[in-house]
């Protein structure tokens, strides 16, 4: 079983930034592509960004792209997700997720999920 606890979310102004963290336990991080998903109030849980098990490749929804990125430390067992020029319409529940030796869009093929953080928008 792998055990993930994501952090670093908040309150912030329109333009601003955060980063979140996700750290994980009880299993092999590096054998595990990691993604990032939100949830807004009253929608879908929905893709955001997802990164393979070394690093070196990352994708992104359209909407993140230039905003939003990626990177992991295999040595920590952690994966961020750096969030600049954040807009009121990023205002969601993030949550990380390990997907075994693959990597997917599709929040369904993901085999854990941490229990999500609270990102806040104002404008």
């Known amino acids: 079983q792998v055990r993930l606890v994501e952090s670093g979310g908040g309150l912030v102004q329109a333009g601003g930034s955060l980063r979140l963290s996700c750290t994980a336990s009880?299993?092999?991080?590096?054998?595990?592509?990691m993604g990032w998903f939100r949830q807004a109030p009253g929608k879908e849980r929905t893709f955001v960004g997802a990164i393979r098990w070394s690093g070196a490749v990352t994708r992104y929804v359209d909407s993140v792209k230039g905003r939003f990125t990626i990177s992991r430390d295999n040595a920590k067992n952690t994966v961020y997700l750096q969030m600049n020029s954040l807009k009121p319409e990023d205002t969601a529940v993030y949550y990380c997720?390990?997907?075994?030796?693959?990597?997917?869009?599709?929040?369904?093929?993901?085999?854990?999920w941490g229990q999500g953080t609270q990102v806040t928008v104002s404008s």
């Open positions: 997720a390990a997907q075994y030796l693959a990597w997917s869009t599709n929040l369904n093929e993901y085999n854990y």
């Open positions: 009880g299993g092999t991080f590096s054998n595990y592509a």
